[in-house]
């Protein structure tokens, strides 16, 4: 059962555009949603995560909108730059579940130049 | 920085074969991870330890098991390996507490022929 479910699951955007990729989620006991960047041929690194009591958080370029009524969060890449080019992924953890994360399917991001 | 360091980045073995994969960091990190990262199925959580000779099963345990007899180390073994299991193999670790970031490995691509 995939509990996140994260959508599309690949994205161009050219150079100074919006990237937006979504997420939603199932299990209401979420209470930690976290965004992992992966560049190609590396391991994937925490970019930015939010919790349920505020409904955005931004950081530089990279902002998380979080809509807990609608069980969904989405991540905006403003401006986007080819260095942006990469796998995203979404997830979510709850303070129950020993430190385990339920990853989205991944959005692999292109930025044309 | 943290670092995880897996042992290999390629590694090709034959269908029947014991399969081990190993991961070390060097944070003193209590919480560590082994994930396998199929397309279109982002990471999924095969098993991870919380502390010395402790291990829990994650979301796809089956034909896996796990070694930690040292707080750095965390061994991913495949009994008996299958061509099914080919895949992208990710070690991760993080501290103890709520909400810590996990950090990865560069990943172990493992082909079975």
């Known amino acids: 059962q995939q509990q996140v479910k994260q959508s599309p699951q690949s994205l161009i955007v050219q150079k100074g555009g919006i990237s937006i990729i979504n997420c939603a989620y199932e299990n209401t006991a979420f209470d930690y949603f976290p965004w992992y960047q992966q560049f190609p041929g590396k391991g994937p690194a925490l970019l930015i995560a939010i919790r349920p009591d505020v409904s955005e958080k931004k950081e530089g370029r990279f902002t998380i909108s979080f809509n807990k009524s609608a069980k969904q969060f989405s991540l905006h890449i403003m401006d986007s730059q080819p260095g942006d080019s990469a796998t995203y992924f979404c997830?979510?953890?709850?303070?129950?579940?020993?430190?385990?994360?339920?990853f989205g399917s991944g959005t692999q991001l292109t930025v044309l130049p | 920085d943290v670092k995880v360091t897996q042992s290999s980045r390629y590694l090709v073995k034959r269908t029947g074969e014991k399969v081990f994969l190993e991961c070390v960091q060097d944070?003193?990190?209590?919480?560590m991870f082994w994930y396998r990262q199929d397309p279109g199925l982002g990471l999924r959580l095969i098993y991870f330890?919380?502390?010395?000779?402790?291990?829990e099963k994650g979301d796809i345990p089956e034909g896996y098991s796990v070694s930690r007899e040292k707080k750095e180390r965390f061994s991913l073994i495949l009994e008996s390996a299958s061509t099914n299991q080919t895949s992208m193999y990710l070690c991760?670790?993080?501290?103890?507490?709520?909400?810590?970031?996990?950090?990865f490995g560069d990943g172990t691509r493992l082909s079975i022929l």
């Open positions: 997830a979510a953890t709850f303070s129950g579940s020993a430190r385990q994360l339920t």
């Open positions: 944070m003193d990190h209590e919480n």
């Open positions: 330890s919380y502390d010395v000779k402790m291990k």
């Open positions: 991760a670790s993080s501290s103890a507490g709520p909400n810590q970031p996990q950090h």
